[in-house]
């Protein structure tokens, strides 16, 4: 197993009295887009703010490329960080943004390549107060990738973002995980995680509730097919439950099987199901049995 380029052991975090972080224990490998995902305040910004450096937990051991993520020197200069909130200076041009957060990074770059990135070229001589709240997204993304760093934080990296924005920087991610780059994201677009994550650590009330690929994480919960019945059909040749609208519910763990028998049971009978829709599990219905 080669060197974790983050690992986490038993970190605790407190504000005050109340525990936010709580024995929290996981690793990023070299190359994986991992994503932290959880309920509203399950403590994920509250870790990466420690993983990043910027907040100190109240106990355990977090290494970051073998060095503690306050070793600024050390650990700076290797990472990427787009922020929730984007601290820019309000009268900086965008184009001066950039250079000023590349030179932090002490990364090598050109303003001019990342801002073509997100497609905010035209707006380089633009100061920040007059970019729209998407544009200040992609402007955050660009000085995240400045350099190409070799680990990227996205926080919650497309929340305002339109369809194509979203989609240019998925594209650029892709191309920086085509080199290598390791990646950690937190969402609460469930289907982003759930077509780009090679591992998921699922957070809630401060613990990590569950860990493993999208398979792992959804193969203890059953399918569901979903359609109406005509009146009077005759009955099915499955258990299924019925939904408050009217809807007929089969709940499978064989999914493709299960159709295949009801379809053919329709077409023998020459019933008609309307609405009818099957799909596999998802992340969102594995958010859904966690409780509030
Ligand atoms: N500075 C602070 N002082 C006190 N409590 C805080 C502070 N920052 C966060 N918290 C609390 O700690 C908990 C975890 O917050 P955090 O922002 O880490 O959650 P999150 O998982 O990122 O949530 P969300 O998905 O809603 O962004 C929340 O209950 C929050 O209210």
Do not use: C
């Not at 983050?6 to 936010?20: P, S, T």
């Not at 995240?144 to 339109?162: C, H, K, W």
């Not at 509730?209 to 569901?224: A, C, D, F, N, Y």
């Amino acid at each position: 197993m080669p060197t974790p380029v983050i690992a986490v052991e038993k970190l605790n975090l407190r504000y005050g009295d109340f525990h936010a972080v709580r024995d929290l224990s996981f690793e990023v490998r070299p190359g994986e887009l991992y994503a932290l995902l959880g309920t509203n305040g399950a403590g994920k910004t509250s870790t990466l703010e420690i993983v990043e450096g910027h907040r100190t937990p109240t106990s355990g051991a977090v290494r970051v490329f073998g060095h503690s993520p306050r070793d600024r020197a050390a650990v700076r200069p290797r990472m990427g960080i787009m922020l929730q909130e984007s601290g820019f200076s309000p009268d900086l041009t965008v184009a001066e943004s950039v250079r000023l957060i590349g030179a932090l990074t002490r990364r090598d770059d050109d303003a001019g390549r990342v801002l073509d990135i997100v497609g905010l070229t035209r707006k380089a001589d633009t100061v920040v107060a007059q970019l729209s709240g998407g544009e200040k997204r992609r402007l955050d993304f660009a000085t995240a990738v400045y350099g190409n760093p070799e680990l990227l934080f996205l926080d919650e990296p497309t929340t305002g973002l339109d369809i194509q924005s979203r989609d240019a920087l998925w594209e650029a991610v892709d191309r920086l995980r085509e080199n290598g780059t390791t990646i950690v994201l937190t969402t609460h677009y469930l289907e982003e995680a759930q077509q780009r994550a090679d591992r998921i650590g699922l957070m809630h009330r401060g613990v990590l509730h569950r860990e493993g690929t999208v398979g792992e994480l959804t193969r203890s919960l059953p399918s569901h097919i979903r359609f109406r019945l005509p009146a009077a059909s005759p009955a099915l040749p499955l258990p299924s439950a019925a939904a408050g609208d009217g809807t007929v519910v089969v709940e499978t763990f064989t999914l493709q099987k299960d159709l295949h028998l009801l379809l053919g049971w329709a077409h023998d009978h020459a019933v008609e199901f309307e609405d009818l829709s099957a799909g596999a599990t998802g992340l969102d219905d594995v958010f859904r049995t966690l409780d509030r």
